[in-house]
C-alpha cells in the first residue's frame, strides 16, 4: 500500500513538472523578443548615427584619432563623440547589440541579421549629382541617403531568404531613418549661397527623407523612428562660422544664432507635416517622429540642471578660440587639446555632442517625452537610460 502511495505520488509530481515546463516554454513564446520590443535595428543617417562607416571606408578624417572615443570605447571607433551616440542608446535599451558598421561587413561578431548601421559622416539626403550639378563642393564624403539605401537593399538577401522570412525579420525590426538634411544645407550656406536660396532646398531634403522611408515601408519595415534636425544655431562651428556682430541675431538666454534655429525648426516642421500624410497612406506602418531639436534644447536652457559645469557652446575638444572650434585645427588634429572631464561639456568637437549630452537626448526619446507618437507606447519595456549597461565587447 505505501509503495503505491508513493508511486502515485512520483506521478503526479511527474505530471506537474510536466506542466510546468510546458507553461514556462509558453510564456517565453509570448514574449516579444530583444528587450520586449524589436529584434534588430537598420539606422541609415550623417555623423549624428555613423558607428564607424567613414573610418571603414579608408576616408583619411580627424575622427579615427583619438581622443575620439576615448570615454566608452578608449579608442577611436568611427564615431564623432568621445563615446556613445543616440543610436547606442536606443540599442542598449532594446536589448540588442550596438550596430555594426556596414561597411565593415558580417563577421562571427557581427550578427547583421541583429542590425546593422549604413549611417556615414558627411552624408547627404539629396542625390550627390543634385549638388554637383550646382557647382556645390562636399567637403567630408560622396555618399548620400540614396547610397545607403541601395546598400541596405543589397545586404537584405542575405538576411533573409525567402518572403515571409523577410516579413518577419523587417516587420519586428526598429528602422532609424536619420538625423539627416544637415550637410545638405551646410554645404548650400558654406557655398555662400543666402538663406533664402537654402530654404527654397528644404522641401526636396524633406521628399528625399520621405522617399527613403516610403521604400523601407514597401520592402516591409512597420516601425520607423525618424528624427528631426538638432539646434543648428547652437553648434559651436556654426556660431564661428556665422558669427555675427548684430546682438539681435543671438538668444539673450542660450547664446545661440536665432536665425539658424529658426531655419531648423522649418526644416522639422515640413518633415512633421510630411509624416502625417505618410501614415495616412501607410496606416499599417508606425511612423515615430523624435524631436531632437526639443530634447536637446533644454540642455542649452539649463546646462546646470543636467550636470553640464562648462559653456553648452563651448567644444571639450577643438583647436582654440571663442567656442573652442577652429576649423583649421579641428578635434584629432595635431595642436588641439581635449578636456579633462567631456561628462561636463554638452559639445564635443564644435560639431557633434558628447556622450553625456547623446545620453539625455535619447533618454527624452526612449521615454517619450519628445517623441509622437509617444515611443513608450511602441516600447513600453524601455528601462531608463541610467540603468542601462552594455558590454565593450562591442563596436
Not at 211 to 231: H, K, Y
Request: aromatic share 12%.
Amino acid at each position: 500500500m505505501i509503495t503505491s502511495v508513493v508511486s502515485s505520488n512520483s506521478f503526479v509530481m511527474s505530471q506537474l513538472s510536466i506542466l510546468f515546463t510546458s507553461f514556462i516554454i509558453l510564456l517565453n513564446s509570448f514574449r516579444p523578443a530583444a528587450g520586449g520590443c524589436f529584434t534588430s535595428i537598420f539606422s541609415f543617417g550623417d555623423s549624428f548615427t555613423d558607428t564607424g562607416n567613414l573610418k571603414a571606408s579608408g576616408t583619411s578624417n580627424p575622427i579615427i584619432n583619438f581622443p575620439y572615443g576615448e570615454t566608452y570605447f578608449h579608442h577611436p571607433t568611427g564615431r564623432c563623440s568621445d563615446g556613445r551616440l543616440i543610436v547606442d542608446f536606443i540599442a542598449e535599451a532594446a536589448g540588442l547589440p550596438l550596430l555594426p558598421p556596414y561597411l565593415l561587413g558580417p563577421d562571427e561578431h557581427r550578427d547583421f541579421r541583429k542590425g546593422v548601421n549604413f549611417a556615414v559622416v558627411g552624408a547627404t539626403a539629396l542625390e550627390i549629382s543634385f549638388f554637383v550639378d550646382k557647382g556645390i563642393s562636399l567637403p567630408v564624403t560622396n555618399y548620400s541617403l540614396g547610397s545607403q539605401l541601395a546598400w541596405f537593399k543589397q545586404l537584405l538577401p542575405s538576411l533573409c531568404s525567402s518572403d515571409s522570412e523577410c516579413k518577419n525579420l523587417l516587420g519586428n525590426a526598429l528602422f532609424l531613418m536619420g538625423e539627416i538634411g544637415g550637410n545638405d544645407y551646410f554645404n548650400v550656406l558654406g557655398d555662400g549661397r543666402s538663406l533664402e536660396e537654402t530654404k527654397t532646398f528644404v522641401p526636396l531634403v524633406v521628399n528625399a527623407i520621405s522617399s527613403a522611408i516610403t521604400s523601407v515601408i514597401e520592402l516591409g519595415a512597420r516601425t520607423l523612428l525618424v528624427p528631426g534636425i538638432v539646434p543648428f544655431g547652437c553648434i559651436p562651428a556654426n556660431l564661428v562660422s556665422f558669427r555675427s556682430s548684430n546682438s539681435e541675431d543671438y538668444d539673450q538666454e542660450t547664446g545661440c544664432i536665432k536665425w539658424l534655429n529658426e531655419f531648423a525648426v522649418y526644416h522639422n516642421l515640413l518633415l512633421i507635416k510630411e509624416l502625417d500624410r505618410l501614415r495616412k497612406m501607410h496606416p499599417h506602418a508606425n511612423i515615430i517622429y523624435a524631436d531632437c531639436y526639443q530634447a536637446a534644447m533644454p540642455i542649452f536652457q539649463s546646462p546646470e540642471k543636467y550636470g553640464f559645469q562648462n559653456s553648452p557652446l563651448l567644444a571639450c575638444c577643438g583647436g582654440g578660440g571663442l567656442y573652442n572650434y577652429n576649423s583649421s585645427c579641428l578635434c584629432g588634429e595635431l595642436g588641439s587639446t581635449v578636456c579633462i572631464e567631456p561628462s561636463r561639456y554638452v559639445s564635443w568637437d564644435g560639431l557633434h555632442f558628447t556622450e553625456a549630452a547623446y545620453k539625455i537626448i535619447a533618454a527624452g526619446l526612449l521615454q517619450g517625452k519628445y517623441t509622437n507618437p509617444p515611443f513608450t507606447k511602441t516600447c513600453a519595456l524601455f528601462e531608463t537610460i541610467e540603468n542601462l549597461e552594455f558590454s565593450r565587447n562591442t563596436y
